[in-house]
């Protein structure tokens, strides 16, 4: 598993000049609003912040990994503070129809949701038919809840940490080689 993670990190393709990191990075700065009914500063008002700064609070990128298998397939990764909600989650989304089924109406491509946090478990969503004689498709969702469906909470992710060092499992461990690999795809300024 840890080979394959770096072999994945080797793979991904340079981001490289101002030119490529204008089309594939986007940076911004949350400013001030309401959360909740509740007036809540901008960065560059929170306490111990120096005004001005151009520190990002938000990042959002597009990656290419070089292999045959993933080729053409872009990869984008969005992170940042107050965001509407907390959560980690994969969306993998499948090809758009290059026609339209029995000529009407237009399908919205599926997407397979692997859900990390607040709440584990995997959703489809793909689209179906309308009940009726005329093809109306509509995104329909079919969603797997690790909690709901075990009645039971999964483990914190550092309780699984702990557990695995304990038992000398080393797989979901960052190796030194990974670590040196992490941000070495980033060459623009």
Known sequence: MRDE???VLRAISAVEGVDAVGQRVVLGQYTAGQI???DVPGYQ???DVTKGSRTPTFAA???NIDSWRWDGVPFYLRSGKRLPKR???IAIQFRKLPHALFGEGTAAPNTLIV???PEEGIAL???AKVPGERYRPRTVSMDFRYGAAFAAASPEAYERLLLDALRGDQTLFTRKDESRLRGSW???S
Do not use: C, D, I, Y
């Open 36 to 38: 909740a009914g509740n």
């Open 125 to 127: 969503r793909f689209s």
């Open 87 to 89: 959560m980690t989650e």
């Open 115 to 117: 859900r990390v946090q």
């Open 45 to 47: 008002e929170e306490q």
């Open 186 to 188: 980033w060459t623009g």
């Open 5 to 7: 993670k770096v072999k």
């Open 61 to 63: 990128l597009q990656l």
